[in-house]
């Protein structure tokens, strides 16, 4: 909703194109990473990136799917955990 000609801070994305964004990044980090979608999809969903997208918070969404698949990546290298479950959790259903 615009106010005074600028959107009102509680605007919040449209739904359907914030999953298409869900579904660009993922790609992106199943690219950078060298794993596969389900293995990005994990990442993505346990990442802060992926709470403060979902939040709204400092519209996040607005970035680039590079850049959100590098903050996931940063992210990553400081709580290992998140990539290595992951993968873990995946090499358990195959």
Do not use: P, W
Request: charged letters at 30%; one cysteine or more; hydrophobic letters at 35%.
């Amino acid at each position: 909703m615009l106010k005074d000609g600028y959107y009102a801070a509680d605007s919040t994305a449209n739904k359907i194109l914030l999953a298409r964004k869900y579904t660009h990044v993922i790609a992106a980090i199943a690219t950078r990473q060298k794993i596969n979608l389900r293995q990005a999809m994990d990442v993505f969903y346990k990442s802060y990136t992926y709470q403060e997208m979902r939040e709204g918070i400092s519209d996040m969404h607005c970035r680039s799917d590079k850049y959100l698949a590098e903050e996931i990546e940063m992210e990553a290298k400081y709580d290992f955990r998140n990539i290595q479950t992951a993968q873990q959790g995946c090499e358990n259903r195959e």
